[in-house]
C-alpha cells in the first residue's frame, strides 16, 4: 500500500524484489563478460580454436556486455537519485506546512 501511494505521488522506486533482480542481474552481467574475456584469452592462446564466425561473436560481446551493465547501473543509479530527490522534496514541503 505504501509503495502504491508513494508511486502516485511520484516517487520512482523499485520494489524490493526488483531492486534485487536488477542488482543480480548486473552481477551476473560482469560474470559474463569475465567469462567472455577468459574464451577469447584461451582462443588467444590456441586452446580454443574459433571460427571466424565465432571470433565475430566473442568480440560483440565484449564490446556490448560493458555497454548493458553501464546502462543498467545509471538505470539503478537514476532511480535512487530520483527517489532521493522526490523524498528530500516531499520531506521540506511536509517540514514547511508545519511551520507555515
Known amino acids: 500500500m505504501r509503495s502504491v501511494v508513494r508511486m502516485?505521488?511520484?516517487?520512482?522506486?523499485?520494489?524490493?524484489?526488483?531492486?534485487?533482480?536488477?542488482?543480480?542481474?548486473?552481477?551476473?552481467?560482469g560474470?559474463?563478460?569475465?567469462?567472455?574475456?577468459?574464451?577469447?584469452?584461451?582462443?588467444?592462446?590456441?586452446?580454443?580454436?574459433?571460427?571466424?564466425?565465432?571470433?565475430?561473436?566473442?568480440?560483440?560481446?565484449?564490446?556490448?556486455?560493458?555497454m548493458v551493465a553501464k546502462a543498467l547501473s545509471q538505470i539503478i543509479a537514476e532511480r535512487r537519485r530520483q527517489g532521493v530527490a522526490l523524498f528530500r522534496k516531499f520531506a521540506e514541503a511536509q517540514e514547511g506546512a508545519r511551520h507555515g
Do not use: C, H
Open 31 to 66: 560474470k559474463i563478460g569475465t567469462n567472455v574475456n577468459q574464451i577469447a584469452l584461451a582462443a588467444n592462446r590456441g586452446r580454443a580454436p574459433m571460427a571466424k564466425a565465432q571470433w565475430a561473436s566473442v568480440d560483440e560481446l565484449r564490446r556490448s556486455l560493458p
Open 8 to 29: 502516485a505521488s511520484g516517487f520512482l522506486e523499485f520494489s524490493r524484489e526488483d531492486s534485487v533482480k536488477l542488482e543480480e542481474i548486473r552481477y551476473e552481467l
